[in-house]
């Protein structure tokens, strides 16, 4: 089974109204737990890497391989596509020599007509390669150090210009945030996200920082055309609960207690239980 990219697998979704996951990964045990619920439940799924994470794992074509390994090793056969998340320009040409899928381009801190004649350029590279291409128009919001950015939402004209470059997906600041939302965060902006759709027809939407947004909030958005969720902060939170139970409970004084892997194993674990119940909530359990 070779990797994906997202062309095929969005179209089904945004057709079938349902939405296809991106579980962002951080390493071997972690990709491997979210290949194997995928497989389990018969999901699609993108895996996601930040450029941070990918420079702590070693590298854009350790990854690559890393991935493929798993995927013959582990018997998968569900689509899975490769996806550069928030990528640089550069980041997506070092990706595209890699072996990557997908990638990301997020222009959103340029101009918007250079954000818009930079991806022009991404798009013809990726499609020589059968790559898919996710573009962002309008900051995605984000909490650092307790305080909280909530970006901005996207122009749906810049929109509308942007679907015209022959992008796979589009990431839209609708009132989302990466990170943990805040009590009194105002939730997605309906009305930006319908004008949105109206500017951009049958184009997947992708809606970045779905962790914590309440399921009915994620099942509307699937509604009104959202094809792709993002999911990181759940799982990363998910892992660290398990972790700190592993010494709280005193396993890591137990025999072989100290091996690295049993701890690994047990964030691992506990994070599985998000993996289902996302996959489950946005309607993608059985379309692999």
Excluded at 97 to 109: P, Q
Aim: aromatic share 6%.
């Amino acid at each position: 089974m070779k990797l994906s990219n997202c062309k095929h697998m969005l179209a089904q979704a945004v057709e079938g109204r349902y939405a296809v996951p991106q579980f962002n990964i951080n390493g071997l045990e972690w990709c491997k737990g979210v290949l194997e619920v995928c497989q389990e439940l018969r999901s699609p799924v993108i895996l996601g890497t930040a450029m941070a994470a990918v420079k702590s794992m070693g590298g854009y074509r350790t990854v690559v391989n890393l991935v493929n390994g798993l995927m013959d090793d582990l018997g998968i056969t569900v689509p899975v596509a490769l996806h550069l998340d928030h990528g640089s320009y550069d980041a997506c040409l070092t990706c595209l020599d890699a072996g990557y899928s997908s990638v990301m381009f997020d222009g959103s801190k340029y101009p918007f007509a250079e954000n818009l004649a930079k991806t022009c350029e991404l798009v013809a590279l990726c499609n020589a390669k059968d790559v898919s291409v996710e573009a962002e128009v309008g900051t995605i919001g984000s909490t650092s150090s307790g305080s909280v950015n909530v970006g901005e939402c996207a122009d749906p004209l810049e929109c509308g210009e942007m679907a015209k470059t022959g992008i796979t997906m589009l990431a839209a600041g609708i009132g989302n945030i990466h990170g943990v939302y805040p009590d009194n965060w105002a939730g997605l902006n309906w009305e930006v996200l319908a004008a949105i759709k109206a500017q951009i027809g049958t184009l997947p939407l992708t809606l970045h920082g779905g962790s914590g947004i309440p399921g009915e909030m994620l099942s509307r958005a699937i509604a009104q055309g959202v094809g792709k969720i993002n999911i990181n902060t759940e799982c990363q939170i998910a892992f660290m609960a398990g972790a700190r139970e592993y010494f709280r409970t005193g396993r890591d004084k137990a025999e072989k207690g100290y091996f690295v892997r049993n701890l690994v194993e047990t964030g691992v674990n506990a994070m599985k239980p998000v993996l289902r119940e996302k996959i489950q909530l946005f309607c993608c359990e059985g379309k692999g």
